[in-house]
């Protein structure tokens, strides 16, 4: 972590970029194409809750998007 703060990365950059890494793992386990968590075993998580190009997923796409746009607002005004 320091190590990362030292290339004069601050929170402000880390957080966001941490969120939607994990976010995108999380959210390919409602695929049904699942995520191999344990690379390199061929064993897949998923859910199978929808499709890659279904409407869970245009749903999704759109909610986290709006909420990435809302936190860098918020960051913009000195909200957060």
Known sequence: YSSIL???FGM???FPYFVSHLSHIVLDLFN???VALFYPSK???CFG???SNGKVNSF???LFSLLIVLYLILI???VI
């Open 6 to 8: 030292s290339y004069g």
């Open 32 to 34: 049904r194409k699942g």
């Open 76 to 78: 913009s005004v000195g």
């Open 60 to 62: 999704l796409f759109i």
């Open 49 to 51: 809750i929808c499709d």
């Open 12 to 14: 402000n950059v880390i």
């Open 43 to 45: 064993y897949r998580l």
